[in-house]
């Protein structure tokens, strides 16, 4: 071919070109040349090339007990004892995204779409109170851009990061003409377990009765359901991805990740006793409120939920507008702004609620309905929703008056000032590290003074560091310790908050009393038990299996104030003290500065005469 294009140069009247000549001994040598599986569109080299890329991403999901090997071999070991499992009933399974994936491919956005595969599938298992283990994926595509891959599993990582789980293994497959160029499909597959005797079985169907309360759990968006629909209604209003809609682009909004609920219910269902009041969890996906909410319920029972009781997203108002959509098709295709439901028990609902507003989780929690009786052979819906047109309607107008708050919201802004905390410390000052980080990211604290008694204390260079103004009050150069804390109390006038981090000093009924309600502290312990020093030892020597940490109200008796918030942390077979240390120490530093926020928000509040948490 080369040849002949370079004779087409050479150009004179009546010249004849044949390109015909040698053409069977051309064809002859194409049909018995050596193929490859290059030839065929499979790239094996650049296959390799994602797995060594992927390997420190893996390697980070990894749980420290369970994993047996690395990727790369035929199958993935877990050893279920390891991970603490000693009678385990197995949860598995199984999801995709849908055609979500056609918009993270539209918007060239791969980061996060694996963070939607993960959440699908864990959520699934967690509704029967068990632990995501490990997880596998399936990345299907045309042509392997190992670039594009690699994103898609740098956000299916993350998903298992944020689900505690391992992303144990996991298959590529590139296959020429099974797909258009430039997309990929993807499925993934969650493994995990609950303890036949340690933990209880969820859904409780058969506990399931009328006056049991619907808690919700806030959708960070769209999650991933009701896509075909989505893009549906885009074609209609001829609007793309970069359409605008609530501050940013309508592509973007759409790949809100998918939120992933483990750690704050599993939390919940397996420390302490405030999960035993929970029937049943529901997972709001593909069929919505109205059918995913029966598939936990008896027969008898049906639900009567309220729209009005929760915050619904600004795209489930547009959507319903654009593609003029009926109530039902909404509540039929769409979380509506509600990710997972839990059925509680009546008389334990305010509890449950108290302790999710606790996680770490920024999410909406609260009740959005209840249980109702339900006549067996009636035809009607089992799920029923008040209020939801208006909900959308009222959901647009606070949308449209947003950026023009009234004179009496102005004034409300205006009464709340951000808190000033002054932080107590006697040693190094992890916990003041994130109590600080934590300030530069909430509206209502500040870090405003840190005091210890010690000199030698490196908190105080934190602080300093911080800009934070520091002071040093040894506590041996006082009599008693009244005046040691009266001195220290010089400096507190214009603090509205104390803070005991780390601080080495039991202190007076005298300085706890002027301080009460407005003094709190953290323990390395899951309060009431183990109380006082050497926490650690004693959990240890009485071989619990659960531990953590509590930040509590400070009154009068030592580690006997209203508890704020818990976190758990597991004590695994070879822990001594400086591991367990260390993990509870981690807890410590997620935990403080929330439950200090909820404090100084004023969410929560110690009661005037009881020794009792309050939630304003």
Known sequence: ????????????????????????????????????????????????????????????????????GDIGGFGCCFD?????????????????????????????????????LVAMCVNDILTHNAQPLYFLDYYACSRLDRHVARDVIKGIATGCELAGCSLIGGETAEMPGMYPPNSY??????????????HRALPRVADVTPGDVIVGLSSSGLHS??????????????????????????????????????????????????GNGVRALAHITGGG????????????????????LWPIPTIFAWLSAKGNIAEDEML???????GMCLIVDKNCADDVIARLMTSQEAMWVGRIGVVTSRDVDSSGDVVKVKHFNQSLVNCCEKKLTNGSPTKEKKQEQEEIKRKKIAVLISGSGTNLQSIMDYSRKTDNYDVTLVISNKETAFGLERAKRF??????????????????????????????????????????????????????????????????????????????????????????????????????????????????????????????????????????????????????
């Open 332 to 338: 039929r295709t769409f979380n509506c702004g509600i």
């Open 185 to 198: 499909d993807l499925a993934g597959f969650a493994v995990g377990a609950y303890d036949r005797y340690k």
């Open 467 to 616: 800009g934070i103004e520091t002071k040093m009050v040894n506590h041996k150069n006082f009599k008693n310790r009244q005046a040691f804390e009266e001195e220290v109390d010089k400096y507190l006038d214009d603090v509205d908050v104390v803070v005991l981090a780390g601080f080495m000093r039991i202190l007076s009924d005298w300085f706890v009393k002027k301080w009460r309600g407005r003094i709190i502290n953290i323990h390395p312990s899951l309060l009431p038990s183990f109380k006082g020093r050497n926490v650690h030892q004693q959990v240890l020597d009485a071989g619990a299996m659960v531990t953590g940490c509590t930040v509590h109200f400070v009154i009068e008796g030592v580690d006997e104030g209203a508890i704020i918030a818990q976190q758990s942390v597991p004590v695994l077979p070879n822990d001594d003290i400086s591991k367990l240390e260390e993990r509870v120490k981690t807890a410590e530093h997620d935990i403080f500065p929330r439950a200090i926020d909820l404090v100084t928000s004023r969410k929560i509040s110690l009661m005037s005469h009881h020794n009792k948490i309050e939630w304003n």
């Open 225 to 274: 359901n009701g896509f075909s629909l989505v893009r549906k209604v885009m074609e209609r209003c001829g609007v793309d991805c970069d359409y605008p809609l609530d501050g940013a682009r309508l592509g973007d909004v759409m790949l809100t990740p998918t939120r992933i609920y483990v750690r704050p219910l599993l939390t919940l269902l397996r420390h302490g006793n405030h």
């Open 1 to 68: 071919m080369e040849s002949v294009c370079v004779e087409k140069m050479v150009s004179f009247q009546s010249a004849v070109f044949r390109t015909d000549i040698a053409q069977r001994g051309i064809d002859f040598i194409m049909r018995n040349k050596k193929l490859s599986y290059a030839d065929s569109g499979v790239d094996i080299a650049e296959g390799n090339h994602l797995v060594s890329d992927i390997k420190s991403i893996v390697k980070k999901t990894k749980l420290s007990d369970g994993c047996v």
């Open 289 to 308: 409120l109205l059918e995913n909410l029966p598939r936990v319920l008896p027969d008898q029972c049906g639900v009567q939920l309220d729209a009005s």
């Open 80 to 116: 279920l004892r390891a991970a603490g499992y000693d009678h385990p009933i197995l949860v598995s399974g199984t999801d995709g995204v849908g055609t979500k994936l056609m918009i993270a491919q539209e918007m060239k956005s791969h980061e996060t779409i694996g963070i939607d």
